[in-house]
């Protein structure tokens, strides 16, 4: 079984329903966590005592920018839990292409550009293998 105590973990999408009881989880098996979100406010209010990084996910430029700043503050990275996604309802034939685009974005870009911001830097540590998605 994976050795969750002391491993440093960022958290995104901690800001919602899933992430936050996996941060709570991780939390109370000794994990070090960065807590990821837009919403400063949602993080806040989970009352963990971890630092907070704000991000889009549907900005390349801040998934390298919240990767580098996540294993700034805690010196190294042993894993990501991607806990983001967004969902739109309604007919195909009616989804506009701003939704499809943020849906592919958010759900699908953002875990493979969080992975691949993870792989290439400059690790004290072996990087993350992996990223769990919520999909
Ligand atoms: N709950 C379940 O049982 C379940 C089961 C299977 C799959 N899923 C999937 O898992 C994901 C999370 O589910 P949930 O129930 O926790 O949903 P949720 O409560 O709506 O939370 C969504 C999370 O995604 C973040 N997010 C959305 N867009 C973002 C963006 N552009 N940049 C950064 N963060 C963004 C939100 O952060 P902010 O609000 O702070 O921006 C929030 O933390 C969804 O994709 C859902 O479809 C959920």
Do not use: C, K, Y
């Not at 919602?16 to 941060?23: E, F, P, W």
Request: net charge neutral.
């Amino acid at each position: 079984m994976t050795r969750l105590r002391d491993a440093s973990i960022l958290v995104v999408g901690a800001s919602g329903g899933l992430g936050r009881d996996i941060a709570r989880l991780l939390a109370d098996q000794g994990a070090r966590l960065i807590l990821s979100g837009r919403d400063r406010d949602r993080l806040e209010a989970l009352d963990l005592r971890w630092p907070i990084i704000t991000a889009d996910l549907a900005d390349p430029a801040e998934i390298v920018d919240l990767v580098a700043r996540a294993t700034d503050v805690t010196g190294r990275l042993d894993g990501i839990v991607n806990a983001a996604g967004v969902v739109a309802f309604g007919a195909a034939t009616e989804v506009t292409d701003a939704t499809l685009d943020r849906l592919f974005a958010v759900n699908t870009l953002a875990p493979i550009r969080l992975l691949r911001a993870a792989r290439q830097g400059p690790w004290p540590t072996p990087p993350p293998r992996g990223v769990v998605p919520s999909w």
